[in-house]
């Protein structure tokens, strides 16, 4: 079975910044890439970001380009989000998540993540 669990969420001010960690205990790890989205009350789940089994191929949303970061441990089955610059706008709950492929697909992250984390709240106060 595969279990994610988020961690690191929390209240900011707006232009501050978090970093989240993912806890992997999942023995296909080492065969998936991994991503992180994020979703508001009464919207659908949205890409935030991805990285690749061997962390040599990342994506971002758009909107999250240039601010945030995604990096993973595969030693230690870790999956990371930084956050810089937040804006009111990012706060969401936030869920990392694995793929069922090894690879990052841009414009297929929606389908190829099958397994998800609870989340963890994300606040960004102006």
């Known amino acids: 079975q595969v279990q994610l669990v988020e961690?690191?969420?929390g209240l900011v001010q707006a232009g501050g910044s978090l970093r989240l960690s993912c806890a992997a205990s999942i023995r296909f790890f080492s065969s998936s890439a991994m991503g992180?989205?994020?979703?508001?009350?009464?919207?659908?789940?949205?890409?935030v970001a991805a990285i690749s089994l061997n962390g040599?191929?990342?994506?971002?949303?758009?909107?999250?380009k240039g601010r945030f970061t995604t990096s993973r441990d595969n030693v230690k089955n870790m999956v990371y989000l930084q956050m810089?610059?937040?804006?009111?706008?990012d706060t969401a709950v936030y869920s990392c998540a694995a793929s069922i492929y090894a690879s990052v697909r841009p414009g297929q992250e929606l389908g190829d993540?099958?397994?998800?984390?609870?989340?963890?709240?994300?606040?960004?106060?102006?």
């Open 7 to 9: 961690s690191g969420g």
């Open 84 to 89: 810089n610059s937040l804006k009111p706008e």
């Open 56 to 64: 040599g191929i990342t994506s971002y949303a758009d909107s999250v």
């Open 113 to 126: 993540f099958n397994t998800w984390g609870q989340g963890t709240q994300v606040t960004v106060s102006s």
């Open 36 to 47: 992180w989205f994020r979703q508001t009350p009464g919207k659908e789940r949205e890409f």
